[in-house]
């Protein structure tokens, strides 16, 4: 059973479209993070959201937490194809607890 | 430098054999982590250390798997008896160890089992 839901698994699209991807968990996380993970490579954060509702924007990415902290969502606007890559949210359930699970992820294809 | 550094970066081993994947973390992070990666997948967490002892062994999969940090720096993961079911990215990481901070990645060991 995965404790953190990714929607959807896979997506391409053409360059300049919007898109959002989702991460979905019946738990309580004390804190959320998106990672993006090249081929060959360890992934890298993007982001950590740690409050019920907060949103973040990282220039054409926005991540938003859910108020219940259950869910998280990554919006991509404007797409090109630097965003290719698998996306990763990963989070804690107990407060300052070190376990990091992650999700599946959404291997996003961005075509020119 | 600076990252984590993991080596072999690849890794052939017959079934049965035994392997050890090498883990060189960030100069002073107390925190180091062990995940598994199976192709198209996210990684699926094996043990965490806080220093020298393991704090979460909780996702190793069976007692063939072992992982220790005996100086609280570099850390081992050794599987004996391979099973061509062990063949994936074993990614670590490292982190300063203060509640929700960060992982730092490394590149990981891609192991295949044949």
């Known amino acids: 059973t995965q404790l953190l839901e990714q929607s959807p698994q896979f997506l391409s699209i053409q360059e300049g479209e919007n898109l959002t991807v989702y991460c979905n968990s019946s738990s309580v996380f004390s804190s959320l993070q998106w990672y993006r993970q090249e081929p060959g490579e360890g992934p890298v954060l993007l982001v950590t959201v740690v409050t019920g509702g907060e949103v973040k924007k990282l220039k054409r990415l926005t991540f938003q937490f859910g108020d219940a902290r259950k869910d998280s969502s990554l919006h991509i606007t404007a797409a090109q194809p630097g965003d290719t890559g698998l996306y990763l949210c990963a989070g804690r359930v107990i407060q300052g607890a070190q376990k990091l699970v992650f999700g599946q992820g959404t291997r996003l294809t961005i075509n020119p | 430098g600076a990252g984590v550094s993991q080596t072999p970066s690849n890794k052939v081993t017959e079934k049965g054999k035994y392997v050890e994947l090498r883990c060189d973390p960030i100069s002073g992070h107390t925190a180091l982590y062990w995940y598994r990666q199976s192709l198209g997948q996210g990684p699926e967490f094996l043990i965490y250390?806080?220093?020298?002892?393991?704090?979460?062994d909780s996702g190793l999969p069976n007692d063939r798997f072992f992982a220790v940090r005996p100086e609280g720096s570099v850390s081992t993961l050794k599987i004996q008896r391979t099973e061509r079911g062990d063949s994936a990215v074993y990614l670590c990481?490292?982190?300063?160890?203060?509640?929700?901070?960060?992982?730092?990645f490394g590149n990981g060991t891609r192991l295949t089992v044949t």
């Open positions: 250390f806080q220093g020298t002892g393991a704090a979460d």
């Open positions: 990481a490292s982190s300063p160890g203060t509640g929700g901070s960060p992982l730092h």
